[in-house]
């Protein structure tokens, strides 16, 4: 009989303590991926996802950073370089490749303990819900529902349920991005438009090929006094290259061209080399030739330009060619 209360009592003890690693885990957890959800969905902000992957493993993460275990993995030595000269010369480093060694091993065992405890907390939150609930299952007196193992579980659950709520939040405030910049992009006219480009040129007509009538520098505005024609925005005192301008919505600055379900026919002025978009297959358009663009941007000064012809996609070698498509009447 005493040996079956010793067990029940070693049993016992065993459930109150895993009960509250186990609440103390899925707590973390919960808190945790909640705070990385958010900054993935919601304020995208690669900080808030270290933070929340922080709360996540930092117990482990800790435990392993002050482990001599740990740092028994780098086995790095002070040292210092002596170079000696012809001479007899000899001039010391004072130990500065040894100190910036060090420096970047140091980094490296941050990265690799943060990774590790991140997993091993996951992997930890697992046991204590099976040794959790193979105690209660074994003790002879139950505690109260409270009390075990099930309640942490469920609240967990419903925790886990809750960090769906950032994505929600980020998918809706997306979409009202999305309506807003569509709003905005349906009529220019009149709007303030930045020059995105060390350099801008201004030209007498929507073509690369016609007259330049002036040139601007990075930051300067202009005022668009029409809607986007092909890849040419007009504004005031000629045409400006859409791809090397931007519109300002809320703090960030956008292309003018739309990205998504874009099109519009133009003629190119002059013969452009493309590669199949799928294929990479080289082909040369010539001059006159009508494509569909399907899509334009740049990425600093280089410019991506996509095509359509004869129902396939081409990717242009050159973007900034698209200067020299010509929209079509």
């Known amino acids: 009989m005493d040996n079956m209360n010793q067990k029940e009592a070693k049993w016992q003890a065993w459930l109150a303590s895993s009960y509250k690693d186990y609440l103390i885990a899925v707590a973390r957890f919960c808190v945790g991926f909640f705070v990385y959800a958010w900054g993935n969905t919601v304020s995208h902000s690669g900080m808030v996802m270290f933070i929340g992957y922080l709360i996540l493993g930092a117990p482990v993460f800790l435990r392993m950073l002050v482990s001599r275990s740990v740092g028994a993995l780098f086995f790095w030595r002070d040292y210092e370089v002596v170079t000696t000269y012809d001479d007899g010369r000899k001039e010391s480093d004072g130990g500065a490749q040894s100190a910036a060694l060090q420096v970047l091993l140091w980094i490296f ?14 992997l930890r939150l697992v046991w204590l819900t099976v040794k959790s609930i193979t105690c209660y299952f074994v003790v002879k007196e139950k505690p109260g529902f409270l009390r075990s193992p099930f309640a942490i579980l469920i609240a967990g659950v419903i925790g886990l349920a809750l960090c769906a709520l950032p994505a929600r939040i980020g998918k809706a405030r997306g979409e009202k991005a999305r309506t807003e910049i569509s709003e905005l992009l349906s009529n220019v006219t009149g709007k303030t438009v930045f020059v995105h480009v060390p350099t801008l040129k201004l030209h007498a007509e929507p073509s690369g090929s016609s007259s330049v009538v002036k040139t601007l520098s990075n930051g300067e505005t202009l005022t668009a006094v029409g809607e986007l024609s092909g890849l040419w925005l007009p504004v005031e005192q000629g045409w400006a290259y859409a791809p090397f301008v931007r519109l300002k919505f809320k703090e960030n600055l956008i292309s003018p ?31 006159g030739t009508e494509v569909s663009v399907k899509n334009c941007y ?32």
């Open 298 to 329: 740049a990425e600093g000064t280089k410019v991506r330009t996509f095509v359509e012809y004869n129902k396939v996609l081409y990717q242009l070698n050159d973007g900034s060619n698209a200067e020299l498509i010509v929209p079509k009447e």
């Open 109 to 122: 065992m941050l990265f690799f303990c943060l990774v590790i405890g991140g997993i091993i907390a996951l």
């Open 257 to 287: 061209i739309p990205q998504k379900e874009y099109s519009h026919q133009g003629i190119l002025s002059v013969p452009m080399k493309a590669k199949d978009a799928a294929t990479g297959s080289p082909i040369t358009l010539e001059s």
